[in-house]
């Protein structure tokens, strides 16, 4: 059974970095494709971007600025930084398997505040 | 950027049929758009139903089916019911800028 879980700080201060890690069991990360995707509170789904085995990565153009996936096959887990960060970054965060998109983790709430 | 159109709001009779549909801003959605549909229910994670345009995941119910339609990407739900009320986004590749964009999603009641 595939199963993935994001972990990081629920809290945030403006201006720092926000970082999550989303850990993989059931399935080898490797030679495949991984996700984010963030809610804030009350509203859609956005698409933050996603990173293959090999490291390639693709970001939404409206955080690539601020926005760094990595993967580490050895540990089977990805993570996001997102830096920068301000109120408009408060969010519950998703990682996702991706192309296609099957497993999603069950999300982790960030809130940016002082 | 592209943008991603879907209904705010549908509601449907339990039993019913509907359609929702997704538009892309940047012309008719074909299968290179790789659409995805996606349910979630509040305060749950989002589950992907529908995969590269019409393809369903072995728990997807059968009831859900999906197609181009009209220059656009849609689900179709027949036979309603009360447990299918949700919110659906579809998302669509870019294939320009090699990201994804969501819809901001259509909210469906079953009435």
């Known amino acids: 059974q595939v199963q993935l879980r994001e972990s990081g700080p629920g809290l945030v201060k403006p201006s720092e970095t926000l970082s999550l890690t989303c850990s993989v069991s059931?399935?080898?990360?490797?030679?495949?494709?991984w996700g984010w995707v963030r809610q804030p509170p009350g509203k859609g789904l956005e698409y933050i971007g996603h990173?293959?085995?090999?490291?390639?990565?693709n970001y939404n153009p409206s955080l690539q600025s601020r926005v760094t996936l990595s993967l580490d096959a050895s540990k089977n887990e990805f993570s996001l930084k997102l830096n920068s960060v301000t109120a408009a970054d408060t969010a519950v965060y998703y990682c996702?398997?991706?192309?296609?998109?099957?497993?999603w983790g069950q999300g982790t709430l960030v809130i940016v505040s002082s | 950027q592209t943008v991603v159109n879907q209904e705010p709001s549908l509601t449907v009779s339990p039993g019913g049929t509907v359609t929702l549909t997704c538009a892309s801003s940047?012309?008719?959605?074909?299968?290179?758009?790789?659409p995805n549909w996606i349910q979630q229910k509040p305060g749950q994670a989002p589950r992907t139903l529908i995969y590269?345009?019409?393809k369903r995941y072995p728990y997807t119910p059968a009831r859900f089916s999906a197609s181009l339609l009209g220059g656009k990407a849609a689900l179709t739900l027949s036979g309603v019911q009360p447990d299918d009320e949700a919110d659906y986004y579809c998302?669509?590749?870019?294939?320009?800028?090699?990201?994804?964009?969501f819809g901001g999603g259509t909210k469906l009641t079953v009435l």
């Open positions: 996702a398997r991706w192309r296609p998109i099957e497993y």
């Open positions: 059931g399935v080898s990360i490797g030679r495949d494709y």
């Open positions: 990173i293959y085995d090999s490291g390639s990565t």
């Open positions: 940047t012309g008719a959605v074909t299968s290179s758009y790789y």
């Open positions: 590269s345009t019409d």
């Open positions: 998302v669509l590749y870019s294939f320009v800028g090699q990201y994804w964009v």
